[in-house]
């Protein structure tokens, strides 16, 4: 099938700036269940290699319904790393799904991205599962086109993208997006409810350039100054014998960001920092700056 009529079929163009969509289904227990989103800078092509054919989907148009092959491309899962990985398609993920391990049967969570949340809440009338988080990008990069991806997870274990899902334009403005899905299902006889909430933010942020620490005494003084490595690993800073408080200094081109923390009395835990630090994708990652004694 043609990849153009394939984008249209299965994906509708969005320009937005710092607006929120909602959009909610409810499905049979004979659907696939909505796990989650898989965020791309490009949109899926069907016609590589790890894709394969599963079943038909049917699609509207001018001459009627038409049933046309469906390809999807189903996740590896690494035992090592209890990860999923999309063959030949990079992306950053936030989904959960159910892992088959032998005897043993659970749930994970899989995110890529930051200040994210997972919950999930079981009841008489079946369970929920919310998940949430953002993904920083490189401000004024190009035209800041991503494509969230709907993964699914069929009934036998089988995780999955079907190419399906909205594209986001626009590297101006942050924007939000929801995907809820409500699905019937059949748990030991007794008729349940499966919901699902995935809510994530694509926003834009500039590249860190200096990362300091500043540490001061109980008077106000300042003690000591310290240059941190802007970078993804994990740093440490050790408190000074008479330190009373610190504060960390982010540089940007366009603005400072300034974040206070008291030093913990002995016995208490230590003081994490996060600092967004930009990769080479232009994409932002977690550089954690530990505080200790």
Known sequence: MNKKISAILLSCVLCLSGCSLAREEVVSKEADRLVGVYLTAEYPDSNDEHWVESGTVTANTEF???DLPKRILPA???PETKTFLFPGLDGYALFEATVRDGEDVYTTSQSDLMDGTFHVTTTDFGDSFELSGTLY???GRGDGTWTANRVYQSA????YLDGSGNSYSGSTGSFSSKLEQTQNTTVNGKEEEIFTKVEFTIAPIGRLQKLLVHQYNAAGDRIDTRELCVTAEDQEVIWA???AWAVVEEQFPDEVKRTAYDCPKDGAEEIIH???VL???HVGEAGLVFFRK
């Open 137 to 139: 990008v490189e401000k």
């Open 241 to 243: 014998a008479d330190a």
């Open 64 to 66: 009627g319904e038409i």
């Open 156 to 159: 036998d274990g089988l995780v």
């Open 279 to 281: 990769n080479e994708a």
């Open 76 to 78: 590896e899962f690494d």
């Open 274 to 276: 996060s600092a967004i």
